[in-house]
């Protein structure tokens, strides 16, 4: 079945980028009418959407985020990654990448990563 | 903008207890709304979505209700592998969650 698997460093330096990679397995990134996104916890928080993107390169992103944030695909690779720039601590969080539905009203996660937790710290 | 809020916070119950977790949103979405269990080092799992759909393969214990802005998640007999946090999200465009209940070990 298909699988979803994050990776990336896990600490990354203030005012520095931050990058992750969600990589596909058990089926194609491009099959199926999926959109696929990426989403954060911080410690003793809730859950928060980062952005989405489609195969075609299409994307959306969280208003709060989209100054700093960057998704992108590689459907050769089977992956889609993110990119946020200049990181906080506030940017400390597990980060999951997730597939959700096409549609406005499809926007529910039917499948998940395990998380990769990433500290923002000196 | 539109808020989701939970309640409770932290629920303390039993193996076999009847459990109720209530999600509000500050403004209707109809019934597009879905819940998710989280485990620490877990993949998070679908359990419901649009209100009362339950996910494929979800147990029959844990059913969904409401519309509008107001709505509920119940397991009707808490087992082990319940122990865990849920979140509420609304799906009708934006995702937005809830701040989670963890129920937890009485």
Same mark, same amino acid.
């Given at each position: 079945?298909?699988q $979803?698997?994050?990776?990336?460093?896990g600490?990354?330096? #203030?005012?520095?980028?931050?990058?992750?990679?969600?990589?596909?397995?058990?089926?194609?990134?491009s099959?199926?009418?999926?959109?696929?996104?990426?989403?954060?916890?911080?410690?003793?928080?809730?859950l928060?959407w980062?952005?989405?993107?489609? #195969? %075609?390169? %299409?994307?959306?992103?969280?208003?709060?985020?989209?100054?700093?944030v960057?998704?992108?695909?590689?459907?050769?690779?089977?992956?889609?990654?993110?990119?946020?720039?200049?990181?906080?601590?506030?940017d400390?969080?597990?980060y999951y990448?997730?597939?959700?539905?096409?549609?406005?009203?499809?926007?529910?996660?039917?499948?998940?990563g395990?998380?990769?937790?990433? %500290?923002?710290?000196? | 903008?539109?808020?989701?809020t939970? %309640?409770?916070s932290?629920?303390?119950?039993s193996?076999?207890?009847?459990?109720?977790?209530?999600?509000?949103?500050?403004?209707?979405?109809?019934?597009?709304?879905a819940?998710?269990?989280?485990?620490?080092g877990?993949? #998070?799992?679908?359990?419901?979505?649009?209100?009362?759909?339950?996910?494929?393969g979800?147990?029959?214990?844990f059913?969904?209700?409401?519309?509008g802005?107001?709505?509920? $998640?119940?397991?009707?007999?808490?087992?082990?592998?319940?122990?865990?946090?849920?979140?509420?999200?609304?799906?009708?465009?934006?995702?937005?969650?809830g701040?989670?209940?963890?129920?937890?070990?009485k």
């Amino acid at each position: 079945q298909v699988q $979803l698997q994050e990776s990336g460093p896990g600490l990354v330096k #203030p005012s520095q980028t931050l990058s992750l990679t969600c990589t596909v397995s058990g089926g194609s990134i491009s099959s199926g009418s999926y959109y696929w996104s990426w989403i954060r916890q911080p410690a003793g928080k809730g859950l928060e959407w980062i952005g989405r993107i489609y #195969p %075609s390169g %299409s994307t959306n992103y969280n208003p709060s985020l989209k100054s700093r944030v960057t998704i992108s695909v590689d459907t050769s690779k089977n992956q889609f990654s993110l990119k946020v720039s200049s990181v906080t601590a506030a940017d400390t969080a597990v980060y999951y990448c997730a597939r959700g539905g096409v549609f406005p009203e499809d926007w529910y996660f039917d499948l998940w990563g395990r998380g990769t937790p990433v %500290s923002v710290s000196s | 903008d539109i808020q989701m809020t939970q %309640s409770p916070s932290t629920l303390s119950a039993s193996v076999g207890d009847r459990v109720t977790i209530t999600c509000r949103a500050s403004q209707s979405v109809s019934t597009w709304l879905a819940w998710y269990q989280l485990k620490p080092g877990k993949a #998070p799992k679908l359990l419901i979505y649009k209100a009362s759909t339950l996910e494929s393969g979800v147990p029959s214990r844990f059913s969904g209700s409401g519309s509008g802005t107001e709505f509920t $998640l119940t397991i009707s007999s808490l087992q082990p592998d319940d122990f865990a946090t849920y979140y509420c999200q609304k799906h009708n465009g934006f995702p937005l969650f809830g701040q989670g209940t963890k129920v937890e070990i009485k």
